[in-house]
């Protein structure tokens, strides 16, 4: 892929900088789904190139699910997903969205939390929080049988402000990466807040979950030929040049298939829009995720985030299990 071999060092460039090439169409789960132009990159970037406003793009602002693919396949290496942010803020705010405003600025009011205690903290997302057992398993298997905290539900409310648009105050972010800079290792299971917080905290050792549970070697044992292991796309794109690495060893080591080639790269199961992942309006995924498994010569499929088991489940007689999954309580693999 083009995009692949880019400096990861490139300045990111602005709307105005879109030839209109398309070439992000290739990859692009709301193009796949609704043949419309309009809802895409190229369609509002060339709108707002004649002066459409933010409200004027707001379908389209919308609808993207923002699984970051279009990113690395940008010749200009425009900042797609940067400017989509920017104009779901620019959006007035419906009244959805009033009730996150609000618990925004009560959190700027809080007391800081204390310090953590150990030089590594996980920040899980909103699927990972609402399975505990689970979420022990994965702190168990990271910490090697040890423990370490988990982020409170401020890392999940700022989660959701990034992908709703809704202003963080200064105060409670700065009181949050406070917090952070603090820890010698962040594991992070929101591929979005990942993004972000390798932004806000370019010197911090910042890893994916996927990427973490990935790398340990009991799980990694856990894999074979016959699994379709399902990248959570948003982390993927979020460093997709050093981690397309990281998945050809794992693909070369365990002959594992990935959502990873043209046209399904690193493409959401959950492919959902705005309303649809704040529970606003019911997902329509299944023919996404039917495309992301059409085809396959598997007997197991393999996330690395829950929110995709639900709907995988559902349109596929084949076990889904979680990374975490594929070790027992005792730290081996499990036969399969
Ligand atoms: S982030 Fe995903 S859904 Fe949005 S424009 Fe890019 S490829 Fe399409
Ligand atoms: S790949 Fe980049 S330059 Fe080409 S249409 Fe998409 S956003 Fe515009």
Redesign the pocket.
């Known amino acids: 892929m083009l995009g692949y071999f880019k400096n990861a060092f490139t300045p990111r460039r602005d709307h105005a900088d879109c030839s209109g090439c398309s070439l992000?169409l290739l990859?692009?789960?709301?193009?796949r789904q609704s043949r419309d132009v309009s809802l895409?990159?190229p369609g509002h970037f060339k709108a707002m190139q004649h002066g459409t406003s933010a409200a004027d793009a707001a379908a389209s602002v919308e609808n993207?699910?923002?699984?970051?693919?279009?990113e690395p396949v940008c010749p200009e290496n425009i900042d797609?997903?940067g400017i989509?942010l920017e104009l779901r803020r620019q959006l007035a705010a419906p009244a959805w969205m009033h009730g996150l405003q609000a618990r925004m600025t009560e959190m700027a009011g809080r007391k800081a939390a204390s310090a953590p205690s150990s030089s590594t903290m996980l920040l899980p997302d909103q699927a990972l929080h609402a399975h505990p057992d689970l979420l022990a398993r994965v702190v168990r298997l990271l910490g090697n049988n040890g423990t370490f905290p988990v982020s409170d539900d401020s890392s999940l409310d700022i989660s959701l402000a990034l992908e709703a648009g809704v202003a963080i105050p200064e105060q409670h972010l700065q009181r949050f990466l406070k917090l952070l800079r603090r820890l010698k290792k962040i594991i992070v299971a929101d591929g979005l807040l990942l993004r972000h917080l390798k932004q806000w905290l370019p010197k911090a050792d910042i890893i994916g979950l996927g990427e973490a549970l990935s790398g340990h070697p009991a799980v990694r044992r856990g894999l074979c030929t016959t699994d379709l292991y399902v990248i959570e796309p948003r982390a993927y794109h979020s460093d997709y040049q050093r981690l397309v690495k990281h998945y050809d060893r794992l693909r070369v080591a365990h002959g594992c298939a990935f959502n990873l080639d043209l046209q399904r790269i690193a493409i959401p199961a959950t492919a959902r829009n705005l309303p649809q992942r704040l529970g606003l309006t019911m997902p329509n995924d299944e023919g996404q995720t039917r495309w992301v498994l059409h085809g396959r010569n598997i007997n197991r499929i393999v996330v690395e985030s829950l929110e995709e088991r639900a709907v995988l489940e559902k349109v596929s007689n084949f076990p889904v299990v979680h990374l975490a999954e594929l070790v027992d309580d005792g730290g081996h693999a499990q036969q399969t």
């Not at 990859?27 to 193009?31: H, I, N, S």
């Open positions: 992000c990859v692009c789960p709301v193009w895409t990159p993207c699910t923002l699984c970051m693919a279009c797609i997903t989509i």
